[in-house]
């Protein structure tokens, strides 16, 4: 007894990891076509089943697709109601491990070539490009979950007079339905993998351990079970992002309870869809027929089901402007997708964007309205601002070193050393943008005066930076052709020439006997302006090193 409970932690280790292995290697080398999969989602939920089906049958995890999605949501990269079809498709991507594991699992002798699988995968990782080295992770771990269903086989190959004490617990009835039915529930919470038990209960049932019924109850159970990786991952969140876990749990529990409530009907429904008598190919064809059927019912009545979770779960508190909050949440099921923490990077950097050049904005109207108005009305925004930014730099940081530390490819890696740069010019232009807006107030305070052509000559220079910032913006987390990044040089170059113009005719007045104070104060304008267009500049050869 004890040599079967050891090979079946053992056989249960190489099933799990392997599927994990799966999952890394493919997710890897998927890289950006997994991101753009993702980002196809648009408000049509067939559009949304669909992507769902296809990247959980690609990743074999409906939990790493689920986990994504909330992810996605929290960032505000996709809405509530666009998750839901793709959650929906997701549950139904999942059952394909079940069937891998009923049509190949006992037709052949696994061990004859899962070692073999394993070892092709093992020499792939050698290869030095990317793509084939995570090809082969994925491979090895095709391996591993053979060789642990291998496994799982012989342990549950029992002789008949050993199964005395499993009649009693598998008689015919409401009790042994919904005891299994428990079983599945909380062994799939403890394993985070519903296609792991599925494929237990596949080579349980396979062997005559427990009955058609008692594997039935199981699998269904399994269902809840596996919601557990989406709740996980909404901890912390945002309203939308556990609303989305929500109807994750919401669709399984319903569609279990119908299920339950024609449990007869519905087995019967499924042995007439099954063309053989192989119970392994049935569960299979159950899990799959539960899964369609559920999302039949309930795709209908999406806006209804999104309202029900924006009813459940109450909007957040709103956080005052003043304070920028970030926390990386991690899982801890080995399911976090480095995608999706990427594009939420991407998502927050977008935002910081957003508020430099609302910051930019505001210090232009001074240069145009130089008056008590500006410091009275623009200043305090401007403080503000600056101070969100110094908090929007300083935790999208810790954000990265947190993605940095998951499993992430050499592409990825770079990509997020780029992001840094970007956020610190970023930041570094609020700071000049801050600047300007001080050098302003000190001129109305001291009640300097600028002649009107020294103004004048100010406003086109300034609206320069204006064009590279917003050039900046459409932008941002885009690679920049050698085009663009032509045009940026050409914008770069324009505004140094006008820094030297500029500086050269101020010179001229202070040699002429001019205020020395107003000027040199022109002249900090002049260099404020030129360095917000060296920051923009900087962002953009960054940009154009984006793969």
């Known amino acids: 007894m004890t040599d079967r409970i050891l090979l079946l932690i053992g056989s249960l280790g190489f099933l799990l990891y392997g599927m994990k292995l799966m999952s890394d290697g493919v997710q890897k080398s998927a890289g950006g076509h997994l991101k753009k999969a993702l980002g196809f989602m648009t408000g049509n939920r067939i559009i949304g089943l669909f992507t ?52 190949f699992g006992f037709n052949f002798k696994i061990s004859s070539f899962a070692i073999p699988l394993f070892g092709l995968g093992f020499f792939m990782t050698f290869v030095k490009k990317n793509g084939l080295k995570n090809l082969g992770i994925a491979v090895m771990g095709f391996g591993l979950l053979f060789l642990g269903l291998g496994g799982l086989s012989d342990c549950f190959t029992f002789n008949a007079e050993n199964l005395d004490f499993l009649e009693k617990f598998q008689k015919p009835g409401v009790f042994t339905i919904l005891l299994s039915f428990g079983i599945g529930i909380i062994i799939t919470a403890l394993m985070h993998s519903s296609s792991a038990f599925s494929a237990i209960v596949i080579t349980m049932a396979y062997n005559k351990i427990i009955t058609w019924e008692v ?36 669709f399984n529990v319903a569609g279990n309870v119908i299920a339950l409530i024609f449990f007869k009907p519905f087995l019967k429904l499924v042995l007439f869809l099954t063309p053989s008598t192989n119970i392994a190919i049935q569960i299979s064809m159950l899990h799959t027929v539960f899964k369609t059927i559920s999302t039949i019912i309930f795709i209908p009545f999406v806006n209804q089901i999104v309202k029900l979770a924006q009813f459940v779960i109450k909007d957040d508190k709103s956080n005052s402007a003043k304070e920028y909050h970030l926390d990386f949440h991690e899982i801890g099921t080995g399911k976090e997708s480095s995608a999706a923490h990427i594009l939420r990077v991407e998502k927050e950097i977008t935002n910081m964007t957003d508020v430099v050049s609302q910051m930019f904005d505001r210090m232009q109207i001074g240069f145009t309205e130089r008056n008590e108005e500006f410091v009275k009305v623009q200043m305090p925004y401007l403080e503000e601002e ?65 002649k009107t052509e020294d103004t004048d000559r100010l406003i086109p220079y300034v609206e320069l930076a204006r064009q590279f910032l917003q050039f900046i913006h459409i932008n941002i987390n885009k690679p920049l052709p050698p085009e663009k990044l032509e045009f940026a040089t050409s914008l770069e170059n324009e505004i140094d020439a006008q820094r030297k113009h500029l500086k050269k005719v101020a010179r001229k007045r202070l040699e002429k006997g001019a205020d020395v104070k107003a000027e040199l104060l022109y002249i900090d304008l002049v260099r404020q302006i030129e360095k917000i267009g060296d920051h923009a500049f900087s962002i953009s050869e960054v940009l154009s090193n984006t793969k």
Request: aromatic fraction near 6%; proline fraction near 0%; charge should be negative.
């Open 215 to 250: 594997a039935a109850a199981m699998t269904l159970g399994s269902n809840i079970g596996s919601t557990i990786d989406a709740i996980l991952a909404a901890l912390g969140s945002t309203s939308d992002s556990k609303r989305a876990a929500f109807i994750h749990v919401f």
């Open 386 to 450: 600056e101070n969100y930014c110094d908090q929007m730099h300083e935790q999208i940081i810790n954000y990265i070193i947190h993605c940095e530390q998951l499993s992430i490819t050499e592409d990825e890696r770079a990509g997020l050393s780029n992001m840094i740069q970007i956020i610190d010019d970023l930041e570094a232009m609020s700071d000049e943008c801050f600047a300007a807006g001080k050098l302003i107030q000190k001129s109305v305070d001291k009640g300097m005066e600028f």
């Open 52 to 103: 769902g089906i296809f990247i959980t049958m690609i990743i074999q995890s409906s939990g790493a697709t689920t986990v994504m999605v909330v992810s996605f949501v929290n960032a505000g990269l996709i809405t509530l109601t666009q998750s839901v079809g793709v959650i929906f498709g997701a549950n139904i991507g999942t059952t394909v491990t079940a069937w891998i594991v009923s049509i």
